[in-house]
């Protein structure tokens, strides 16, 4: 019989675990990620505005620097 999802999960859990590895959750904050992108695309200094979340916004400076000239 095939498993279940949770059993894959819980399987890829322990074996990350055995690996010493662990999964992570990121929140992005989508306002922050939009200003971050258009920062980067632009050419703009990477520091992020200090009331901005910055994770979120080094992200979209990322994909905003990745995306720059393929328009």
Avoid at 40 to 56: F, L, N, V
Wanted: aromatic fraction near 8%; hydrophobic fraction near 30%.
């Amino acid at each position: 019989m095939a498993k279940t999802s949770a059993e894959r999960q819980r399987e890829y859990r322990d074996k990350l675990k055995k690996e010493g590895k662990r999964q992570m959750l990121v929140t992005i904050t989508n306002d922050d990620w939009d200003l971050g992108f258009k920062a980067g695309k632009e050419s703009a200094p990477s520091k992020a505005p200090s009331d901005a979340d910055g994770m979120s916004w080094y992200s979209g400076y990322i994909e905003g620097k990745a995306a720059r000239g393929k328009d």
